[in-house]
């Protein structure tokens, strides 16, 4: 069970936002998710010279959710959705993953490795959730670890090291670089998990409608 199970109840909390952006083309609005999430990156850059930006980065985090609701949203009410907008949704979803975790094994706070493999196992899992609309079942955005679950704990992760500093740790007999390392490293299992989670859902709609083999 994942955050994404309340999105409903926050499309509903948007909703009235929504109205008040129909003069904003929802692709600005899609790009401003990724915008969000360089300002995210960035502030954890710049945090060893300015600690108090890491208190900004799960305000970012929620920026790029709630641009990723919004779009669609403000699309729908004006009157301006078209398929190449869930295009451009999904790349730039994408491109946000890679810039938050790809980009965190680029500071010294994270292995470069750690960050490559849990990137490739998050976009794995994305690529799981849409292999449900591929085959006629719906987009499956469930599971352990789906993008808001991320973004929660990316955001908390923030908010531990603006207490604790951005310090080598050691735990279970290894190494951390900081606990942004630690965080990439249970993502790694947790992604993996979200995408068998996913094709499973996707397996048992099949057998409902009589399509898998």
Not at 9 to 19: Q, V, W
Not at 47 to 54: S, T
């Amino acid at each position: 069970m994942g955050l994404y199970d309340i999105k409903p109840r926050f499309r509903a909390i948007l909703t009235p936002i929504a109205d008040g952006l129909s003069w904003v083309h929802p692709d600005i609005i899609t790009l401003l998710g990724l915008a969000a999430s360089g300002f995210a990156l960035s502030a954890i850059v710049y945090a060893p010279q300015h600690p108090w930006m890491l208190f900004l980065v799960p305000w970012w985090l929620f920026v790029r959710i709630a641009s990723n609701a919004l779009d669609g949203l403000v699309a729908q009410r004006t009157g301006k959705a078209r398929p190449f907008g869930e295009v451009l949704n999904e790349g730039v979803d994408r491109l946000s993953d890679v810039t938050l975790l790809l980009g965190l094994g680029l500071t010294p706070w994270a292995s470069f490795a750690q960050a490559a493999w849990t990137t490739i196992a998050v976009l794995l899992s994305s690529y799981a959730g849409l292999l449900g609309k591929s085959v006629g079942v719906g987009r499956e955005y469930g599971g352990v670890l789906g993008k808001a679950d991320r973004m929660l704990w990316m955001g908390l992760t923030a908010l531990i090291a603006w207490k604790t500093g951005l310090q080598p740790m050691h735990l279970a007999g290894r190494e951390f670089r900081s606990v942004f390392d630690v965080m990439l490293t249970l993502f790694l299992p947790l992604a993996l998990i979200t995408a068998c989670q996913r094709v499973q859902r996707i397996h048992a709609r099949l057998n409902q409608a009589g399509g898998a083999r």
